[in-house]
């Protein structure tokens, strides 16, 4: 039985920082790129960031330079590291993980991410 437990949402003023870890069960973690994902009240989901097993990453423009994802293939985590967040960050973060060879997607079950003064 596949498992993304997401971790690290909340609340958290503009320009401030959150972590969010995703633990992975019941798939080789190797054979899977992993990602994060938003989705925001009345709109699409949108990719926010993934990574390769060998650790090559691509970002939405709109997080460049401001989140990194990373990931642990010893614990079978990755992680979100989310900087200078904006209002418009606010959205439910979901993780993601997707067969290098066979395409097939998991899902977790999201964590909310509030960004507000």
């Known amino acids: 039985q596949v498992q993304l437990v997401e971790s690290g949402g909340g609340l958290v003023q503009p320009g401030g920082s959150l972590r969010l870890s995703c633990a992975a069960s019941?798939?080789?973690?190797?054979?899977?790129?992993m990602g994060w994902y938003r989705q925001a009240p009345g709109k699409q989901r949108e990719l926010v960031a993934s990574?390769?097993?060998?650790?090559?990453?691509d970002y939405a423009d709109s997080v460049k330079g401001r989140f990194t994802i990373s990931r642990d293939n010893a614990k079978n985590t990755v992680y979100l590291h989310m900087n200078s967040l904006k209002v418009e960050d606010t959205a439910v973060y979901y993780c993601?993980?997707?067969?290098?060879?066979?395409?097939?997607?998991?899902w977790g079950q999201g964590t909310q991410v509030t960004v507000s003064s």
């Open positions: 993601n993980a997707r067969g290098q060879r066979s395409k097939i997607d998991y």
């Open positions: 019941g798939i080789i973690f190797s054979a899977y790129s």
């Open positions: 990574i390769r097993f060998a650790g090559s990453t």
